[in-house]
């Protein structure tokens, strides 16, 4: 089974620095938006966390850069769950170029599910929880760490 998709895009040519490819804000954006894509289909949605007063705080985001995109290339990332503690989510990105099937870049990401009011960690449901589980299984068992 493969990671699903969280992300398809396109570069603009405004997205594009001084030396002609896509400047490192957008790469951050885009992998951005594969997280939200990412934490909605486990359950961690808007309303939820506006309902439950709670929502996840990035503490920890490592990218790799692997070729430069320029304006007109799309680009597709797809996700998976790396590590799963009781109040936190560790996630991947791979972005790779559509047309090459190139890696563009890769995010590690770390987020902390917190109580909105108070900003303190807070464990995650028990059913965002079981779909990560079930999400991090489609990986190899030597891919993934789950934690306490």
Not at 53 to 69: F, H, P, T, W
Not at 82 to 105: C, F, N, Q
């Amino acid at each position: 089974m493969s990671d699903p998709i969280t992300y398809r895009g396109a570069v603009y040519p405004s997205q594009c620095d001084h030396m002609g490819h896509m400047n490192v804000q957008w790469y951050v954006a885009k992998f951005d938006e594969a997280t939200w894509q990412l934490l909605a289909q486990l359950g961690l949605t808007a309303s939820r966390f506006r309902r439950d007063g709670v929502g996840m705080a990035a503490v920890e985001q490592r990218l790799n850069y692997k070729r430069e995109l320029h304006a007109g290339d799309t680009v597709t990332i797809r996700s998976s769950i790396l590590e799963l503690t009781d109040k936190s989510i560790r996630l991947w990105h791979e972005m790779r170029h559509d047309e090459t099937d190139l890696v563009a870049a890769t995010a590690d990401i770390v987020g902390v599910h917190i109580d909105s009011t108070t900003r303190k960690a807070r464990s995650l449901p028990d059913d965002v929880r079981a779909r990560a589980l079930t999400m991090a299984g489609a990986r190899r068992p030597d891919e993934v760490a789950a934690g306490c």
